[in-house]
């Protein structure tokens, strides 16, 4: 990005806050942790690489010669109506999340759904839900 950016230009990126702030996700992580026996469902989550956490990617843009680096945790509001509206942004396959639950074979995403679903009512009743998600954001200025 440093190399196609005009001098005094601006570079910059946002990555979810993958260990404390992606809510939304968690759920099916979490989950997924408990019965994937072998692991293999967190097995390269970002969740220990260093960019999802904070001075992650002010680092990187240190690494990189970036100028005037600042850093900020964004956060985002995900609302859903009931469960299956919240269920439903997985099952279209997108992301690494949603292809780990469609490519689960019949039972084992209906045993993951039934413990997802669990911790989205937290023993509430069905219905909306707001969940935060925070990023974190960093840019930095392009100097030759």
Not at 38 to 45: I, K
């Given at each position: ?58 680092d990187l843009f240190k ?82």
């Open positions: 990005m440093k190399r196609v950016t005009r001098e005094g230009g601006t570079v910059a990126v946002v990555v979810n806050n993958f260990r404390c702030g992606w809510t939304p996700f968690s759920f099916v992580w979490d989950a997924a942790a408990v019965l994937d026996a072998h692991g293999a469902a967190m097995g390269d989550e970002m969740v220990s690489k260093s960019l999802g956490w904070p001075g992650g990617l002010a690494a990189a010669e970036l100028a005037d680096i600042v850093e900020e945790q964004l956060s985002v509001l995900f609302e859903y109506r009931p469960f299956e509206d919240y269920w439903a942004t997985f099952l279209t396959g997108q992301g690494k999340t949603g292809s780990y639950v469609t490519q689960l074979a019949e039972l084992k995403r209906d045993e993951l759904v039934h413990h997802v679903r669990t911790a989205y009512l937290c023993g509430l009743p069905d219905g909306p839900r707001a969940l935060t998600t925070s990023f974190w954001a960093v840019r930095g200025a392009v100097l030759r």
